[in-house]
């Protein structure tokens, strides 16, 4: 069973501190890492995809990955209210027959405290 | 506006009903899914379309039958439903199956009643 593992928290940050989330992951092949966030009853949403070594930054997000620990997170810089959502880890599980299946995390729900 | 469109956007059903949930994609992917969201739970994922041929069915129990007519469109008929089967139902596509990342539309909130 090839999985993604998540902290499911609740996670509370102070507005303006950063947040860390993290994911670990099992499958070594994956090759592909995708963070969506989730606001209570909408759909997710996309918001940063990371395929390297190291990190990578949009805006107050940043993801980082290392393969070799089989960890990727997600920080978010001077967190706002509007942060405050369940953020969901997701990579790509080789399924057999040349397949692959995007699997999630439970996800962490975070919650940035005015 | 994700380019995924899903339709109803909330359903109430008995469990003798027979009822379809539809999408539309616009986004000219060939991968289209059905998950199923339960509360506190992770998003499990019901069945993956790759070019309308189903690639995955994760032991969907059968009152669940999906219909991928094109590659644009995703069907998923509900028949003699079980009120656990009350949960939101997201349509995802994606440019080929599993290995790119997914956008999904709005959901459909169902209540098996």
């Known amino acids: 069973q090839k999985e993604v593992e998540q902290n499911s928290g609740p996670l509370s940050v102070p507005e303006g501190a950063i947040a860390s989330l993290n994911c670990t992951y099992s499958?070594?092949?994956?090759?592909?890492f995708f963070w969506y966030r989730q606001y209570s009853g909408k759909s997710p949403e996309l918001i940063m995809f990371i395929y390297s070594n190291g990190d990578k930054e949009d805006g107050r997000f940043t993801a980082q990955l290392n393969k070799a620990s089989q960890y990727v997170s997600l920080l978010i810089r001077d967190s706002q209210p509007s942060d405050s959502a369940t953020y969901l880890c997701?990579?790509?599980?080789?399924?057999?027959?040349?397949?692959?299946?995007?699997?999630f995390g439970k996800g962490t729900k975070l919650s940035v405290i005015p | 506006e994700t380019g995924v469109t899903q339709t109803p956007r909330h359903l109430v059903m008995g469990m003798t009903n027979k009822k379809s949930l539809k999408c539309e994609q616009h986004?000219?992917?060939?991968?289209m899914y059905w998950y199923k969201q339960s509360a506190k739970k992770p998003l499990e994922l019901m069945f993956v379309?790759?070019?309308?041929?189903?690639?995955e069915n994760n032991s969907v129990p059968s009152r669940f039958s999906p219909e991928c007519p094109n590659s644009s469109h995703l069907f998923l008929h509900l028949h003699t439903l079980q009120p656990e089967d009350s949960a939101l139902y997201l349509c995802?596509?994606?440019?080929?199956?599993?290995?790119?990342?997914?956008?999904f539309g709005q959901g459909t909130r169902l209540t098996v009643v």
């Open positions: 379309y790759s070019l309308e041929e189903r690639v």
């Open positions: 499958d070594r092949g994956s090759q592909s």
């Open positions: 997701a990579a790509p599980a080789y399924s057999g027959a040349g397949s692959y299946q995007l699997t």
């Open positions: 986004l000219g992917h060939n991968a």
């Open positions: 995802a596509s994606s440019l080929s199956a599993g290995n790119t990342e997914a956008f």
